[in-house]
Nanobody
Framework: QVRVVESGGALVQPGGSLRLSCTAS????????MGWDRQAPGKQREWVAT??????TNYTDSVKGRFTISRDVENTVSLQMNSLKPEDTAVYYC???????????????WGQGTQVTVSS
């Protein structure tokens, strides 16, 4: 059984900072990719950032230079968000990707989401 749990969402003023955390747990599982999506009200879900093998990071253009994804310990990642804008308001979802040698395929697991609201 795999669980993905996010935390850290809050109300913050424009220009402020927030740090989200995500932990994926499951006996015997090692997640080689972890990352974040978000969904703003009335909009489609969009990819935000990923970290692969704890080293390689990628970001959507709208957050480059403002957000930083990092791996704290195995299966736990953080998303440091600086210079927040009202358009960053969304529910942020963490995902963790596991490769099954048996199935020779990737499996993604998702958290329930954490609300980030940027407003004065």
């Amino acid at each position: 059984q795999v669980r993905v749990v996010e935390s850290g969402g809050a109300l913050v003023q424009p220009g402020g900072s927030l740090r989200l955390s995500c932990t994926a747990s499951g006996s015997g599982f090692s997640f080689y990719v972890m990352g974040w999506d978000r969904q703003a009200p009335g909009k489609q879900r969009e990819w935000v950032a990923t970290i692969t093998n704890g080293v390689t990071t990628n970001y959507t253009d709208s957050v480059k230079g403002r957000f930083t994804i990092s791996r704290d310990v195995e299966n736990t990642v953080s998303l440091q968000m600086n210079s927040l804008k009202p358009e960053d308001t969304a529910v942020y979802y963490c995902f963790a990707r596991y490769y099954s040698d048996y199935d020779e395929d990737d499996f993604d697991y998702w958290g329930q989401g954490t609300q980030v609201t940027v407003s004065s």
